[in-house]
């Protein structure tokens, strides 16, 4: 099977700061003339968003194009036919302009490379270069894959040159688009959603934080800072969801003044699995394959054991896969899957799924 590569140039690409042109003079960015398959919400003539990964795809004919932003959160990649052309680093409220190709018909991507669960971000559409044109957006493709978890997923730190970061190098350096997901998903012509958000468990936090909340506190939101936010998932209605969540809930030992035993936040993590996965399946239905996703954690056996005990109580198209950390470096920052890593498990992942004869 070939393995999932990734051009270097994206690695060279981490820190190359935004160029801001002026607008040019009475252009108009279309968003229906934009596909993205991410958890947007529409506002006026903006999308809105706070998931990494979340994408942005058009199609213009012309010598240059312009993406409209308004972010000083979160960092993106601006990609041109495939390649990245240049990384946004909390870009703020502009327009930022490619100039000078080739003249033809181009394909423009935008990408959300961090996390910023905290902020709301905003997409305003993309802009014809003086002579050009935006052409009909791309067709959504036809497979859908959802992707849930925590920091793993999100692709934390993946593009560190070290173990030991700042917060401030965390963002620089977590590249969503090189994700285990991302690399899976385009690897099967998938269009596919990131819903990612670091140091959340199904039950617990990374070390007992921000008690009573979890993951399931925010899945249901298109803007993780806005409480009560509803995302209406039209359109959406994946052939495939892999839930990696646990690490958090089990990595970190129970401190005092927590409401748990081992026992009773293992028992507490299977019931609040088995109800996670019965609110997707009554939103997908029952043709969708979930896939519940366990790993190493410290040579801990407990997360990948509550996993399985998961899945064996199911009988409705749930599956189990467990990958070790044989082949991976954990070069990223905080002992998190490198760049290198990701490719491995994405190799390991697309093999899975492979296996399982999808209903596509």
């Known amino acids: 099977m070939r393995p999932i590569r990734t051009a270097a140039a994206l690695l060279a690409a981490a820190l190359l ?13 279309t968003l229906s003339q934009v596909h993205t398959a991410g958890r ?11 998931w990494p990964g979340v994408y942005f795809e058009g199609r213009f004919r012309g010598t240059g194009v312009g993406v409209v932003i308004d972010d000083s959160a979160a960092d993106y990649d601006v990609q041109i036919d495939g390649g990245t052309v240049a990384t946004l680093i909390t870009p703020g409220r502009t327009t930022y302009w490619v100039r000078d190709l080739a003249a033809g018909v181009h394909r423009v991507r935008l990408v959300k490379r961090s996390e910023s669960p905290w902020a709301v971000s905003t997409f305003g559409g993309f802009l014809p270069a003086a002579g050009g044109a935006i052409l009909p957006a791309p067709a959504p493709r036809h497979r859908q894959i959802e992707f849930i978890g925590d920091s793993y997923t999100a692709g934390y730190g993946n593009l560190s040159p070290t173990r030991d970061c700042t917060g401030d190098e965390v963002n620089r350096t977590t590249n969503a688009d090189l994700s285990f997901g991302a690399l899976v998903a385009r690897r099967m012509r998938a269009d ?15 070390n007992g934080g921000e008690p009573g ?5 925010y899945y249901d939101r298109a803007l993780l800072s806005v409480e009560g936010d509803v995302w209406r998932p039209a359109g959406w209605r994946p052939q495939v969801v892999v839930i990696g969540l646990g690490i958090n809930d089990f990595s970190t030992a129970i401190n005092p003044g927590e409401p748990w035993t081992p026992e009773s936040l293992a028992a507490a993590y299977r019931t609040a699995y088995q109800g996670f996965i019965n609110k997707l399946r009554a939103r997908y239905g029952a043709r969708t394959m979930i896939v519940v996703s366990a790993t190493d954690v410290g040579g801990s056996a407990v997360l990948a054991e509550a996993a399985r005990e998961v899945v064996a109580a199911r009988q409705d198209r749930v599956g189990y896969w467990y990958y070790g950390s044989a082949g991976l ?3 990223g920052c905080h002992w998190h899957p490198s760049a290198h890593d990701h490719e491995v498990i994405a190799d390991r992942l697309y093999a ?9």
């Open 213 to 217: 909340t979890s993951y399931r506190t």
């Open 192 to 206: 596919y959603q990131l819903n990612a958000f670091s140091g959340r468990g199904m039950v617990r936090n990374y």
């Open 40 to 50: 947007v919400e529409v506002s006026g003539d903006e999308r809105r968003f706070s």
């Open 329 to 331: 470096d954990y070069g």
């Open 352 to 360: 899975y799924l492979d296996s399982l004869r999808l209903r596509w």
């Open 17 to 29: 700061p935004a160029l801001v042109l002026p607008a040019t003079a009475g252009a108009a960015a």
